[in-house]
């Protein structure tokens, strides 16, 4: 830069003496611009600091050259005299035209287009040399922060003619940096092995050269050793520190060698806990939020999860910006701290009002139907908490983002700022498969999940398979009206044909529709009541019925009605990673129909957040048919378990009492245990839909008069797959049977599309 100054200086001094007269001083009459093509005269003008009748000199002339040349516009200046005139003649830079990237992969365009307009090179903006240079060091950067340390960054400009030019940058991205090696220094409380699990850069991982936990970051080093200190200081030692690390390159810059040096300290445990500061709730409802004890090892996890708990008690009371500040007072005599809470509770405040954005398609009322912090009242943390979840819970949203900014002047209010970014809630589908139960099967749906906006439901759904066809035709208003009571109805037909199973046969034509009415008990609880008006049409095959049986042949009326107690704090219905699930079913068939028999069935799950969006649910199934009246349970409602839908590992309905001939023929209550391990594909992010999944099935059905016996229960384990496919959710499973018995039939793998191809586990 201190060349480039000297030589405009000289350059100055040299035309200064050309325009300068021989005697006396040159005063400038006029000036004239040559060489402006896209760049106006005035805008010449304006940034040249002389106009006509000033005197120029030397030094003003340096100044000129200066300020045109600082413009940006300009690769040349040149100032001449003729006789009183000033001629000002500029080369204009040339403009970039296009901006093109060859070979990258590991980068966003978008984003790398966005860098480099910090440096001036953009399309339709003037071209700089300078500009091109940042450009190509920004991108060497931004590829070594990524680990691709071989980078070679070409950038070729091509005259285009008429003053344009096209920049082309070639990039070689060469191989990522594998951390080859990652070392602890200092650590004596722990092995190298406890320490590598809890930092996500490593090379020993499973599966590292898929998930890319092998590739060196400098962003994810910093994640990492935060996460080091987290785990020393969760275990007492208050005192540990990174004192230092040390990333080497291999001379081919294709390994990585991490060092880090520690110094644990000492552990340390708590003495003593006090609250100080006005504590605006009881202290008795206080110290229940208390995760850490005296006695305990100091644990920064606990105190963290204490002071969130503590400011969303504080925060139900209306003080959204509460502090709580833990001080720690350290004995380092006897190795133990002691804790004080300090509250701070700030001024209780106000919901102004709640403000909506992003929802183009989606109705306000549909959201704010949504919202448990009401405008003009009192701010509580837990309903706004609520009223985000719930919000989010719609699925009608990719993204959910809410603020509480404070309005100024107003002592003491805020507004609710929801930001929402819509994702497609219709859908339409066609598919063909493959099913272990139905054979070749064919889907089609058409489904709106926000009809027009209003958050109405519409379906029609018809699956095509070997064993089962079903359409149905199904409508729901979620707030028929304004406190949440839902109004909604199915219109179906369904045919079965089990001849393919390893079950007795029968074939049955069903057909009916069923309102149905839901009524929220509280923020968890919900209630629905379905009345459905069937008509059966049953044909037995090779059916050997018992003689009490032979009634629900040919056609039938039937008339359920059915109530549904439903407990769901699931943080999404798709893909839930934490909340509990529990579904209480009672239906009855009753006259008029002419069937008459009681269903009761319970079924829960929980879902448990685990490390790298991963989830373990553990969930039962209980069931029981009965039949009144002096009637029986019809033989098609009868329970069958086996199967992708059930317990997998074991055939489709095979488990349970058999008919004469062997065949399974269902029971009238069933017992149903699982749990799964499911988590990300290495190497695919989470949101692309691919599940791994552990499991481990238990189960049976028992026949009438049986009592639960834990000895008949069958168990399998295996691993899967999970796809949410655009034709809807499949399944592919390896099971092998754990607890079995002789003449049990196995199948050791399942492939299911959708949640209910094969029917129920009936």
């Not at 003729?82 to 966003?108: N, Q």
């Not at 058999?658 to 949101?687: C, M, W």
């Not at 691993?719 to 949410?724: E, V």
Request: net charge negative; proline share 4%.
């Amino acid at each position: 830069m201190s060349g480039y100054r000297a030589a405009l200086t000289a350059m100055a001094m040299v035309v200064g003496l050309l325009c300068a007269p021989v005697a006396g001083a040159f005063t400038v009459e006029e000036i004239v611009i040559r060489g402006s093509q896209r760049i106006e005269e005035g805008t010449v003008r304006n940034y040249l600091p002389l106009s006509p009748g000033e005197e120029l000199t030397p030094e003003a002339s340096q100044r000129a050259i200066h300020a045109l040349y600082d413009t940006g516009f300009f690769g040349d200046v040149r100032l001449l005299r003729e006789d009183g005139t000033l001629i000002v003649e500029v080369d204009e830079k040339p403009v970039v035209s296009k901006l093109t990237f060859s070979g990258m992969e590991e980068l966003e365009k978008e984003q790398v287009r966005k860098a480099l307009r910090s440096f001036g090179l953009e399309e339709r903006k003037m071209f700089s040399r300078s500009g091109l240079r940042r450009a190509v060091l920004e991108l060497e950067r931004q590829y070594h922060a990524q680990g691709f340390y071989s980078v070679e960054v070409d950038a070729d400009v091509q005259e285009t003619g008429e003053g344009e030019v096209r920049v082309a940058f070639r990039i070689d991205e060469g191989e990522a940096a594998r951390i080859a090696q990652v070392q602890f220094v200092g650590n004596k409380r722990f092995p190298d092995s406890v320490l590598r699990q809890q930092v996500a850069l490593t090379s020993q991982a499973a599966f590292s050269f898929l998930s890319g936990r092998d590739r060196y970051s400098r962003q994810q080093l910093r994640g990492d050793l935060e996460s080091l200190r987290s785990y020393y200081m969760d275990r007492g030692h208050l005192r540990f520190r990174v004192e230092s690390t040390q990333v080497q390159l291999s001379p081919n810059r294709r390994h990585i060698f991490i060092t880090i040096n520690m110094r644990e300290g000492a552990k340390y445990r708590v003495s003593e806990i006090s609250l100080s500061g006005p504590t605006v709730v009881p202290e008795d409802e206080i110290w229940p939020l208390v995760e850490i004890q005296e006695g305990e090892l100091f644990s920064r996890s606990k105190v963290q999860g204490s002071v969130e708990s503590i400011s969303e008690r504080i925060g139900d009371e209306g003080f959204a910006f509460a502090n709580i500040n833990p001080i720690p007072q350290v004995n380092e005599d006897d190795k133990t701290v002691a804790l004080t809470l300090r509250l701070d509770p700030g001024r209780r405040v106000n919901v102004r009002r709640a403000e909506i954005g992003g929802n183009d398609r989606t109705q306000d009322r549909v959201v704010r139907r949504e919202f448990r912090q009401m405008e003009a009242s009192r701010y509580q943390t837990s309903k706004v908490e609520r009223s985000k979840q719930r919000t989010n819970q719609l699925g009608y949203f990719k993204d959910v983002n809410l603020e509480t900014p404070s309005v100024e002047g107003s002592g003491g209010a805020l507004d609710l700022d929801l930001s929402v970014t819509e994702r497609s809630t219709g859908q339409f589908q066609v598919g063909a498969g493959f099913s272990d139960v139905e054979g070749l099967l064919f889907t089609g749906s058409i489904r709106q999940r926000n009809l027009f906006g209003t958050g109405q439901r519409l379906s029609l759904q018809a699956n095509i398979g070997g064993v089962s066809q079903r359409l149905n035709l199904s409508y729901t208003e979620p707030y028929f009206t304004v406190d949440g009571i839902s109004l909604g109805g199915d219109v179906f037909y369904s045919r079965r044909d089990t001849e393919r199973l390893d079950v007795f046969r029968f074939t049955q034509d069903r057909q009916g529709l069923a309102p149905r009415m839901g009524f929220p008990l509280n923020e968890w609880w919900r209630d629905q009541i379905r009345l459905a008006f069937e008509r059966t049409d049953t044909e037995a095959g090779t059916l050997a019925l018992d003689p009490e049986q032979d009634q629900f042949l040919g056609t039938q009326n039937h008339v359920k009605l059915r109530n549904t107690l439903t407990y769901d704090s699931r943080d999404s219905p798709i893909f839930p990673r934490d909340g509990l699930f529990t579904e209480l079913q009672t239906m009855v068939a009753m006259p008029p129909g002419d069937t008459r028999y009681f269903e009761t069935s319970l079924e829960t799950r929980a879902f448990f957040p685990l490390l790298d969006a991963s989830t373990w649910t553990i969930g039962g199934e209980l069931g029981r048919l009965q039949g009144f009246a002096g009637e029986e349970v019809p033989f098609f409602e009868r329970f069958f378990l086996g199967g992708s839908q059930s317990v997998r590992g074991f055939d489709t309905f095979s488990l349970g009492p058999e008919d004469n001939d062997g065949d399974p023929k269902g029971g009238v209550t069933k017992v149903v245990g699982n749990t799964e391990l499911i988590f990300p594909i290495p190497g695919t992010e989470a949101s692309t839909g691919f599940r791994w999944a552990f499991f481990a099935d238990t189960g049976w059905v028992y026949g009438d008069g049986e009592a639960i016996d834990p000895s008949e229960l069958r168990a399998a384990v295996g691993a899967g797959l999970r796809w949410r496919s655009p034709m809807g959710p499949l399944r592919f499973d390896f099971a092998f049977p754990v607890i079995k018995k002789s003449g049990d039939n196995t199948r050791l793998f399942n492939f299911t599309v959708g949640t209910s191809i094969g029917g129920r586990a009936r």
